[in-house]
């Protein structure tokens, strides 16, 4: 039999081996130092680099720059700029204040994901508070949610998903404390919360859905006059929105969004997904009978946003973003299960069973995402003087005196804080999908009204085996235009496929 000085016994009647605490408390530094490591690299080099991470982040941050200078927000379909604004105004409107405060474009979104993670860790650990005393379970699943390399990417990422997914988690986390206290004015909050994640991106859907289902069963008159009260609001928010821009709202962030979906894309997402969050996803499924019964709405809103997921995650134009709310929801899930488990108290008993063994998934899970952010901010630091030479020679086709421009490589406008007049992803789709009058373009191109084209490819060549959907191009009756109208003056390297191709119009 085991000594009673061996064996302590905590308030909540939680046993942990005294002698074995110690090492348990070095093991959880060193990863918890590693992951703030991670952070604190990540911040520094969204703030370091001047240039674009992806696309949609430069797309975003010059949208908020024109809602910064009273140029509005919202577009036609059918008139310059041809650009959408696919999002809800929250993210555009908090960067935009940053940008009037003398933030650079990019940083302003950068700080605010960045914000938005620190919140949401620390929303994470309310919202596992609220379902698990053992403090060791909840902050493990900070931990694990603070390694996580996708997360971390997206929060250095001037992109509406991280502040999205952080409201998200937030009303849901409002719902786990009305559960737990019955105080009426966190499911206000809850609904405010929801709110704002739809209005910060639109497939953020899950929380809503979860608590009203999850309200509903436990109390159905309750759970009917808070799904209606959000609705009704909801909708007021969205019509009004709507009307004062004259309808354009509702074309920019729903008729517009409706990208065609890529099989393929699913794959490569699920692969990702398998690749990264394993050990998460087996820890989840271990524990999932305790858990359904002790953590229904958990598990419920989990699945809601792996449904949604699998419902955005083919469209065109999506990324690995896609993924990071199921990724926090999943955090939770695991971190339920390790509690459900006693995986602590079977740990530091060292009891030789099966649930002492989910070490290795954990290991494994963090150090795989830690050595992933290490090449994702490796990576970004190589590429910004690459970036920086291509810009550089870019410059004299960029300066706003040298005419109209049209351009697919968006990332130097930013920098040039020139007006974009056509965003050639979208623009391609829509007219693709008939929402879009393609005449205005052609014709000016026709005429040779741009001043400067600069392209991803050669027109004049063979198509090139790269090309897709994805990658921003023009219509095809657009770039036959250009090879009657313009011709090709240079061939500038880049970080990204071939580097980009300058054309200016042919003179008599």
């Known amino acids: 039999m085991r000594s009673a000085t061996a064996i302590g016994l905590n308030h909540q009647g939680v046993s942990c081996v005294d002698r074995s605490s110690p090492a348990l408390r070095v093991v959880a530094l060193v990863f918890g130092a590693a992951a703030a490591l991670a952070i604190v690299a990540h911040l520094v080099v969204s703030l370091w680099a001047q240039h674009e991470f992806t696309q949609v982040e430069s797309i975003v941050a010059m949208h908020s720059n024109a809602l910064a200078e009273g140029e509005g927000l919202y577009y036609d379909l059918n008139?310059?700029?041809?650009?959408?604004?696919?999002?809800?105004?929250?993210?555009y409107s908090l960067s935009a204040l940053l940008q009037k405060a003398g933030a650079p474009l990019l940083a302003a979104g950068r700080v605010l994901s960045f914000i938005a993670l620190l919140a949401s860790l620390w929303i994470l650990w309310r919202g596992l508070g609220c379902m698990i005393e053992d403090r060791r379970v909840v902050w493990a699943g900070v931990l694990l949610a603070a390694c996580n390399a996708n997360l971390l990417f997206w929060a250095a990422t001037g992109q509406t998903d991280m502040l999205a997914c952080c409201f998200s988690l937030w009303a849901f986390t409002e719902f786990l404390a009305w559960r737990k206290e019955r105080a009426n004015w966190r499911l206000v909050t809850a609904g405010l919360f929801v709110a704002l994640a739809i209005f910060t991106k639109q497939t953020m859907l899950a929380a809503g859905a979860a608590i009203a289902i999850s309200l509903f069963i436990e109390d159905r008159k309750r759970g009917i006059q808070w799904i209606a009260a959000l609705a009704a609001a909801g909708a007021a928010v969205a019509l009004i929105l709507n009307w004062a821009t004259a309808g354009h709202y509702f074309d920019n962030a729903i008729r517009a969004n409706l990208n065609p979906f890529a099989a393929a894309k699913?794959?490569?997402?699920?692969?990702?997904l398998l690749?990264?969050?394993?050990?998460?996803?087996?820890i989840a499924v271990l524990g999932i009978r305790d858990g359904l019964r002790r953590y229904a709405p958990l598990y419920l809103y989990t699945a809601l946003t792996?449904?949604?997921w699998l419902l955005t995650?083919?469209?065109?134009?999506?990324?690995?973003?896609?993924?990071?709310?199921?990724s926090l929801?999943?955090?939770?899930?695991?971190?339920?299960s390790l509690g459900s488990l006693h995986f602590f108290r079977e740990l530091l008993e060292r009891r030789h069973s099966w649930v002492t063994l989910l070490q290795l998934p954990l290991l494994v899970f963090i150090v795989l995402n830690l050595a992933l952010t290490a090449n994702?901010?490796?990576?970004?630091?190589?590429?910004?003087?690459?970036?920086?030479?291509?810009?550089?020679?870019?410059?004299?086709?960029?300066?706003?005196?040298?005419?109209?421009?049209?351009?697919?490589?968006?990332?130097?406008?930013?920098?040039?804080?020139?007006?974009?007049?056509?965003?050639?992803?979208?623009?391609?789709?829509?007219?693709?999908?008939?929402?879009?009058?393609?005449e205005p373009v052609?014709?000016?191109?026709?005429?040779?009204?741009?001043?400067?084209?600069?392209?991803?490819?050669?027109?004049?060549?063979p198509e090139p085996a790269w090309k897709n959907a994805e990658v921003p191009s023009l219509p095809a009756a657009h770039l036959e235009e250009m090879r009657k109208n313009y011709r090709l003056v240079r061939r500038i390297p880049g970080p990204m496929l071939d580097g980009v191709y300058v054309y200016e119009p042919l003179r008599d």
Not at 398 to 409: E, I, Y
């Open 275 to 282: 690749l990264a969050n394993a050990g998460l996803l087996l």
């Open 266 to 272: 699913l794959w490569s997402q699920a692969s990702y």
């Open 329 to 336: 929801a999943l955090t939770m899930c695991a971190a339920c």
């Open 376 to 438: 994702s901010i490796a990576g970004r630091v190589a590429l910004e003087p690459v970036k920086q030479t291509e810009a550089n020679a870019l410059r004299p086709y960029l300066d706003s005196n040298a005419g109209r421009l049209l351009t697919t490589h968006l990332g130097p406008l930013v920098q040039t804080r020139r007006r974009m007049e056509v965003e050639p992803l979208i623009y391609t789709l829509l007219v693709g999908a008939g929402m879009t009058d393609p």
């Open 306 to 308: 792996g449904g949604v």
């Open 313 to 326: 995650a083919s469209k065109i134009g999506s990324d690995l973003n896609y993924q990071v709310e199921f």
């Open 79 to 91: 008139s310059y700029p041809f650009t959408v604004s696919p999002y809800g105004p929250v993210f």
């Open 442 to 461: 052609r014709g000016d191109l026709s005429a040779g009204r741009f001043e400067t084209v600069i392209l991803y490819e050669d027109i004049f060549a």
